[in-house]
């Protein structure tokens, strides 16, 4: 067989190693993937995305909500010190179960059903919390606008990823995150705003706009070819394939390429095959890293942001906290979109964890060594109670905890925010990428909510620098796992992935 028969999967050719046969396809080529028209790709990634948009609206949904009801005149619906904290914090079990059953709903329903389905749920969500009469109503509300947030997490990264090619699908990949911080800020700006003339109940009632443009868009998006052939639908998998890439590029050589990854892999997934390093190292790497994104503490620093910075006396009015955070996440989302594709995904998660590792320290150090006369009057308070209560800046230095937290979130959403949801999507094999990226979506949300449950406890018992140095810990472990365990998919098709994974040389993991 000539050199020109096989192709080396990545770096110099090896006679060891190749990775497709050429009877199957041979690797994309830059010239085909130039030839490529990515109007009708960006715009079926677009119908997928206004569900992380409707994801990132309800998830902060409780800001500025949470002072309305406390406020209520009504006891039914007001909210005190006990009820408070399960309104914001029941969402994530909500998303919990909505990744659980998506382990089944990827695979049954596919890809871009799934979004679809999610639909129902929030809109339902919304429907209660507009119109909600009882504290059981607000609460069922957020369970299944969160339900929808877990099926929407699990099922558009792989609808990305499926859809795209390898010269756009890192900036696609960054798309769900980008779109979920401008349902934030969307929520924000409504709450600031819109609320001075308009009942809190109008803000449900504004979530369900996005969800129903979803439906109406997705109406008319194709569904993952990848999907469409491991049903066997080999001419809708052509034609869905042939209207993204466009009907006068070479198109048909992907779609062999394609079709010959999902034939090898035709059966379903048994336990028995879990135990095949193709199968557990992905989904083990892919588990890992939504585990160790969540005990960064980003979830739990965007839940008790106003209270953190109330405590540590930063000269902002609690208002603009939320914008500005979000502005910041939402210019370094999209410097991680233009980059992904061009630095690589690993140099971005090396500098994610170095600059979390940094700010986590910093502002732990600053807690613990500061005077409490420079650290406000709230010094000696609980991180609860401190919302309510006036902070008394007394030096610039109280600019530090500020810029840490700034850093922090810049740091986290350039690298460890988006392409953990990218690589996820991508190095998953497709026998298992349905129910493998639900059960990711799991592990992510119950480790969120555990750690959101237990912040104030430790934070009353043992003051609030304890939390930020163990999220210093985790940053560091972040880098480690970066370097030992995961890999560079720039440039890469899913195919080619999956074939590295299938060898299981070592060199992968460098």
Known sequence: MERGDREPLVGKPSSSYRTFPHSAARRLDGDYLRSLHNKRLYLAVFAAVLGN???GFALVYPSPVIPALEAQPSPALRLDQHTAPWFGSVFTLGAAAGG?????LNDCLGRKLSIMFSALPSALGYALLAGAQGLWMLLLGRVLTGYAGGVTSASIPVYISEISHPGVRGMLGACPQIMAVLG???????GKYLWLVLDWRWLAVAGE????????????MPNSPRFLLSQGKEEEALGSLCWLRGEDTDYAREYEQIKDSVRKQSRRVSCA???DPFLYKPILIAGGMRFLQQLSGVTCILVYLQPIFKKTSVILKPEYDAALVGLVRLSSVAIAAVSMDKAGRKILLFVSAGTMLVSNLTMGLYIHFVPASHNGTVANTTLGSS???????????????????????MG????WGPITWLLMSEILPL????????????VSWLTAFTLTQFFLPVVNAFGLEVPFLFFAVISAGNILFTGCCVPETKGRSLEQIEAFFRTGRRSFLR
Do not use: D, H, Q, W
């Open 53 to 55: 948009f409707s994801f």
């Open 100 to 104: 659980l059953s998506t382990m089944l």
């Open 184 to 190: 934030s800020l969307v929520l924000y700006a409504l």
């Open 209 to 220: 706009v996005p969800v129903l443009a979803m439906v109406l868009l997705l109406c008319f």
């Open 273 to 275: 095959e879990l135990k």
């Open 387 to 409: 919302a309510n209560l006036p902070a008394e800046p007394t030096n610039y230095i109280t600019l530090i905890p500020l810029l840490a937290t700034m850093f922090f979130i």
């Open 412 to 415: 986290y959403a350039m690298g």
């Open 431 to 442: 026998k298992a990428r349905g129910v493998a990226s639900g059960l990711c979506v799991v």
